[in-house]
């Protein structure tokens, strides 16, 4: 896992959004979407913004539209809904999906031993409430609660892939895994917690407990008796890092999982997400456009 700055993200955490009523609809400055922020989680005593989530709407139509469900990365500690989303926009927009950035709540900036820490499974908790929100209200958005797919990126990447291989979250929340049509991953190394241990950023998420951790990771969770939705992998860096995504492929192909696999070594960590979306990249966005064709077929 990269090292992060996280100073600068700090003020990331609060953006001037009140995200309190049920929808707040703001027209971007050239018109082309609509973005309603919900709390999709008020049971829980903390700053809105951080179990929040913006639905942003296109071109208005009497049909139903497939969703998007994207989760931010920062090492599950940084980060926003709101981070780089504009090659991102651009691209569903021209698809005609509904677009749902998710924030989640965050582990400590700074590593940290406190045991009442954010930590797994709080993040994954989160996301699922987000998911569970979109299905039951997406409808009101113009978006198909049938036609989901999630996406994710780094961290993100690791949220992503565990709500869509876990018993803990969807199934706990009565979604099927299968009720996914998709998920996609973006260049993580948190396919296999234990793996990586050792480094403090997965100490400071995850905790030092084996048994959490192995819960925490999406290639353990995987049995040929459950149903999953397809997967997208995008995978790049050292050798190390992409045989950690070959052995999940593995893994979810020996369960009978259909998988799409890119190698977007190309690029560095940031840059394989600013990829997404930009009409210069040759590698991860015509891939992903097609397996979405896939998922909402």
């Known amino acids: 896992m990269r090292s992060f700055n996280f100073i600068p993200y700090l003020l990331l955490l609060f953006p001037f959004s009140h995200c309190s009523k049920p929808a707040d609809d703001i027209k971007n400055d050239s018109g082309n979407y609509i973005k309603s922020t919900i709390q999709y989680n008020k049971a829980v005593s903390i700053t809105p913004n951080l179990v929040s989530l913006n639905v942003y709407r296109f071109e208005q139509t009497t049909v139903l539209k497939p969703v998007i469900i994207w989760v931010h990365g920062g090492g599950w500690r940084i980060g926003d809904k709101t981070n780089s989303l504009s090659n991102k926009l651009a ?176 690029y560095d960590h940031e840059g394989i997400n600013d990829a997404i979306g930009n009409t210069n990249d040759t590698v991860i966005t015509p891939a992903l456009k097609q397996f979405l064709s896939l998922c909402f077929q």
Do not use: C
């Open 91 to 266: 691209l569903f927009n021209s698809l005609n999906y509904i677009f749902v950035s998710v924030n989640y709540r965050l582990s400590p900036v700074t590593n940290s031993t406190d045991p009442n820490r954010i930590k797994f499974p709080v993040h994954n908790n989160d996301v699922a409430d987000a998911v569970k929100w979109v299905i039951n209200s997406i409808a009101a958005y113009g978006g198909n609660k049938n036609k989901i797919v999630l996406l994710g990126h780094s961290a993100g990447a690791h949220l992503v892939s565990l709500t869509g291989t876990s018993q803990q979250f969807l199934p706990a929340r009565s979604i099927p895994l299968n009720m996914l049509k998709g998920i996609a991953s973006i260049d993580t190394e948190g396919y296999d917690v234990p793996s990586q241990n050792t480094e403090e950023i997965y100490q400071n998420a995850f905790g030092n407990n084996y048994n959490e951790q192995v819960k925490a990771s999406p290639i353990y969770n995987i049995s040929s008796s459950i149903s999953y939705p397809r997967f997208f992998v995008a995978k790049r860096g050292s050798a190390n890092r992409i045989a950690l995504s070959d052995n999940f492929i593995l893994k979810l192909r020996t369960a009978g999982v259909p998988v799409t696999e890119v190698n977007g070594s190309i």
